[in-house]
T-cell receptor, first 113, second 110 residues
Framework: AAGVIQSPRHLIKEKRETATLKCYPI?????VYWYQQGPGQDPQFLIS???????DKGSIPDRFSAQQFSDYHSELNMSSLELGDSALYFC????????????FGPGTRLTVT | GNSVTQMEGPVTLSEEAFLTINCTYT??????LFWYVQYPGEGLQLLLK?????DKGSNKGFEATYRKETTSFHLEKGSVQVSDSAVYFC?????????FGQGTTLQVKP
C-alpha cells in the first residue's frame, strides 16, 4: 500500500539558511500534519492542513511557514535556521480532519551546522 | 492541558519474556488512544488504537486496553522477540492533533 512520502530524507544546512521540506500524503488523504522530533524527545505538533486550508497550529516558530497545495502535498518552509532546529521532521496524513488515525512518513532529518 | 506520561526506559528483556509498558494520560473529554512504534532510523508506525473506554486494541501480539477509571493504556505482549526492539510511544488525540508521551525504549536480548 502507498505510504506517506517525504523528501528529502536528509538535509544539512548552515545557520541562517533556509530549508524546504516536502510531504506527499497517502492517495485520497486530504489532511496533512507536521511534527518535529528533537533528539531523544517525543514528536511535537507543528501545524496541520485540511483541504488546503490551515486547520490547527501548534508550537511552530514564526520563522517557519507551511502550505498545502491543490494536489494535497504540503511543504514546510524554514527560514533563518538555528542550531536548535536540528531535528527529525515528520509528516502525517489522514482521511478527513476528524479522523484521529494518522499515518506517518519516514521523516526528514535536518541538521543545522 | 492534555498530556501523556510513559514509564521511563530503557526496558531490557530477554526473548520470550512478558512485556508491560505503562502509559497514563490526562485529558478533558474522551480522547482516542494510540501506541506507535519507531524502529531505529525509521518513522512512526501505528501499532494499535482504542477509541473509547474498555476498548482493547491489538496487533502483532501487542494489546492495550483503554481504562477510563485509571486513565491508563498500558501496552502488553506475552512473549517478546528481538525484532520488537524499538521505541514505543503512547499518544492521545487532542482535537485534531496527537500528543505523545516521551517514548520508552525496549531492548530485547536473545
Amino acid at each position: 500500500a502507498a505510504g506517506v512520502i517525504q523528501s528529502p530524507r536528509h538535509l544539512i544546512k548552515e545557520k541562517r539558511e533556509t530549508a524546504t521540506l516536502k510531504c506527499y500524503p497517502i492517495p485520497r488523504h486530504d489532511t496533512v500534519y507536521w511534527y518535529q522530533q528533537g533528539p531523544g524527545q517525543d514528536p511535537q505538533f507543528l501545524i496541520s492542513f485540511y483541504e488546503k486550508m490551515q486547520s490547527d497550529k501548534g508550537s511552530i516558530p514564526d520563522r517557519f511557514s507551511a502550505q498545502q497545495f491543490s494536489d494535497y502535498h504540503s511543504e514546510l518552509n524554514m527560514s533563518s535556521l538555528e542550531l536548535g532546529d536540528s531535528a527529525l521532521y515528520f509528516c502525517a496524513s489522514s482521511l478527513g480532519r476528524h479522523t484521529y488515525e494518522q499515518y506517518f512518513g519516514p521523516g526528514t532529518r535536518l541538521t543545522v551546522t | 492541558g492534555n498530556s501523556v506520561t510513559q514509564m521511563e526506559g530503557p526496558v531490557t528483556l530477554s526473548e520470550e519474556a512478558f512485556l508491560t509498558i505503562n502509559c497514563t494520560y490526562t485529558a478533558t473529554g474522551y480522547p482516542s488512544l494510540f501506541w506507535y512504534v519507531q524502529y531505529p532510523g525509521e518513522g512512526l508506525q501505528l501499532l494499535l488504537k482504542a477509541t473509547k473506554a474498555d476498548d482493547k486494541g491489538s496487533n502483532k501480539g501487542f494489546e492495550a486496553t483503554y481504562r477510563k477509571e485509571t486513565t491508563s493504556f498500558h501496552l502488553e505482549k506475552g512473549s517478546v522477540q528481538v525484532s520488537d526492539s524499538a521505541v514505543y510511544f503512547c499518544a492521545l488525540s487532542d482535537q485534531r492533533k496527537l500528543i505523545f508521551g516521551q517514548g520508552t525504549t525496549l531492548q530485547v536480548k536473545p
